[in-house]
């Protein structure tokens, strides 16, 4: 069966699923967006696509970006980057601040919100304008250059930001933020608001599925070692503290965000992302990951 017959299978069966979760409010911008859509966008690195749904839509990529700037920081800093922030799932809300302050200012891991904080720190201290470095690296994987901010996103995002700055504050009394912090938050809260669809983010996470090279330049953006080492990270640590249940279930690397958008990708074949509103109680499109879930069982293909 095609790709594109399976997708449109799984998108007609997974109706049932809307209702039963809640679509980001904590800003007004994600709080008006309608739930009950859903985008589904398939990718393979020999050139096959298959696509359902609102699968041009543009929404929130959210924490998603945090996937982009870490792999812009492991490639500057290699393995010094792992003296900053660590490598273990948190098993606690991606915004927690009490784990923080247990381990002296050094985030778990890049995914949670401290560890993204101190990914960013490495881009300011890196680039003279590094939210345009950000946006360039995904307009150039995505293959389209009018990608861009949402402001109205990231301006609702530092006005409402007050976890953020208390983890950026905290950073820096550890010494582990080395910029100005409303440098790093201004960066961090930018990258969050970037809005892209389904289509463009299956194809700007295709390079992970190709270990760290850019599939349609042939760069080598990570080396291969770096791309495993970044795979392994979204394995365990990218879907927040449910990152065991979304291996469990679906058996692929990949990254959420709260805009309710999903990418992951099968190292080697492909990438694909999924975007539907509602959330669960961890942050992680509800029909997103059974989508995902169904992806993996009817293809029969998952990374074990
Ligand atoms: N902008 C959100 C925050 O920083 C992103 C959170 C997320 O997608 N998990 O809290």
């Known amino acids: 069966m095609s790709h594109q017959h399976i997708i449109e299978g799984i998108y007609s069966d997974v109706q049932p699923f809307f209702g039963r979760g809640k679509v980001a409010d904590y800003i007004p911008a994600l709080a008006r967006v309608r739930p009950d859509q859903l985008g589904i966008a398939l990718q393979t690195l020999d050139g096959q696509t298959a696509v359902a749904g609102d699968s041009e839509i543009r929404f929130s990529i959210q924490s998603i970006s945090k996937t982009f700037t870490l792999a812009l920081a492991f490639a500057l800093e290699g393995n010094d980057l792992w ?3 660590g490598v273990e799932p948190s098993g606690n809300p991606f915004n927690s601040l009490v784990q923080l302050e247990f381990e002296n200012g050094k985030p778990r891991n890049p995914f949670i919100n401290a560890g993204a904080l101190v990914v960013t720190d490495v881009l300011c201290r890196h680039y003279d304008d590094p939210k345009s470095v950000i946006l360039n690296l995904i307009r150039s994987l995505a293959g389209s250059d009018d990608i ?9 995002e530092k006005a409402t930001g007050f976890r953020n700055q208390s983890l950026a504050w905290f950073l820096k009394s550890c010494g582990n933020l080395h910029s100005d912090v409303d440098t790093v938050l201004d960066v961090y809260f930018h990258q969050c608001s970037i809005a892209m669809n389904c289509r463009e983010l299956s194809r700007a996470f295709l390079f992970l599925a190709n270990h760290g090279v850019h599939p349609y330049t042939g760069e080598a953006m990570l080396t291969r070692s770096q ?3 970044l795979n392994a990270i979204l ?16 058996g ?24 539907s509103p509602e959330l669960n109680e961890h942050g992680n499109s509800v029909v997103g990951m059974q989508v995902l879930e169904w992806f993996t069982t009817r293809t029969g ?3 074990f």
């Open 83 to 85: 003296k900053r922030v």
């Open 252 to 275: 692929m690397p990949g990254k959420s965000g709260v805009g309710g958008g999903v990418a992951a990708f099968i190292p080697g074949e492909l990438a694909v992302a999924v975007w």
């Open 227 to 229: 791309a495993k080492r």
């Open 148 to 156: 861009s901010f949402d402001e109205e996103v990231a301006a609702s």
């Open 301 to 303: 293909r998952s990374i």
């Open 235 to 250: 394995l365990t640590c990218g879907f927040y503290d449910q990152a065991g249940e979304f291996a469990f279930r679906v």
